[in-house]
């Protein structure tokens, strides 16, 4: 049976992006030889939601605090791409990748998968 997931992120600058990962997220990783480092995520979900047009991939960071988190974040040096909204189903927001990609970040309000 499928054990895991492995998500990729493609980067204009991966180097910046990874050090993100490891020292801004302080995410545990390994190096899988010459540098390219792989992390540890902490636990996951995934929901399928209906697309209209083309079919679309996003990644979405949680957090218990989204404003703390944001904080947090900021201090260190990221930037966000807009401020927290109310969508219903948690605070959301979207910070920028060193690497120019963005990634949401957002503190559910939603049931989670790992509460079962």
């Known amino acids: 049976m499928i054990n895991g997931a492995h998500v990729i992120i493609y980067s204009r600058d991966t180097e910046a992006d990874r050090a993100l990962f490891r020292d801004v997220l302080g995410y545990p990783h390994i190096d899988a030889g010459d540098g390219w480092l792989i992390f540890k995520l902490p636990p996951a979900e995934i929901a399928v939601h209906p697309a209209e047009g083309r079919e679309s991939h996003e990644l979405f960071l949680m957090c218990d605090d989204v404003k703390a988190t944001m904080e947090e974040m900021t201090a260190k040096g990221v930037e966000f791409r807009q401020p927290v909204s109310d969508e219903g189903w948690g605070l959301m927001t ?8 963005v990634l949401g970040l957002y503190e559910p309000r939603h049931p989670r998968p790992h509460e079962l």
Not at 94 to 101: D, M
């Open 94 to 101: 979207v910070l920028k990748l060193p690497g120019g990609g």
